[in-house]
Nanobody, 127 residues
Framework: QVQLVESGGGLVQTGDSLRLSCAVS????????MGWFRQAPGKEREFLAT????????YYSPSVAGRFTISRDNAKNTVYLQMNSLMLEDTAVYSC????????????????????WGQGTQVTVSS
């Protein structure tokens, strides 16, 4: 079992930055590929970013590429999502997800590939 706990959400203004954290427990984070997703009210879950076990490979949704950065610190069993230039449409519940894998460069954008999910953290962007 893998447990994921997100933190770092909150209320910010347009143009602000925010860094989300996802603490991984239950197994070493160095054995799971990770992804960040979000879901706004009335909308489907949206893929944002994914990072491989080693951190050597990343992939972003075009909607956030260039503004969001995913990273990980396996020594701290934590994955991050740095969000810059936040916009009103970034308002959503943000969740991290984990996929156990032995592939050091494997990344996944399909939410169906993820076995474990955090409870989510709310990010609200106001004007």
């Amino acid at each position: 079992q893998v447990q994921l706990v997100e933190s770092g959400g909150g209320l910010v203004q347009t143009g602000d930055s925010l860094r989300l954290s996802c603490a991984v427990s239950g197994r070493p984070s160095a054995s799971v590929a990770m992804g960040w997703f979000r879901q706004a009210p009335g909308k489907e879950r949206e893929f944002l970013a994914t990072i491989s076990v080693s951190g050597s490979a990343t992939y972003y949704s075009p909607s956030v590429a260039g503004r969001f950065t995913i990273s990980r610190d396996n020594a701290k069993n934590t994955v991050y999502l740095q969000m810059n230039s936040l916009m009103l449409e970034d308002t959503a519940v943000y969740s991290c997800a984990a996929h156990p894998t032995s592939g050091p460069s494997a990344i996944y954008s399909n939410p169906g590939m993820y076995d474990y999910w955090g409870q989510g953290t709310q990010v609200t962007v106001s004007s």
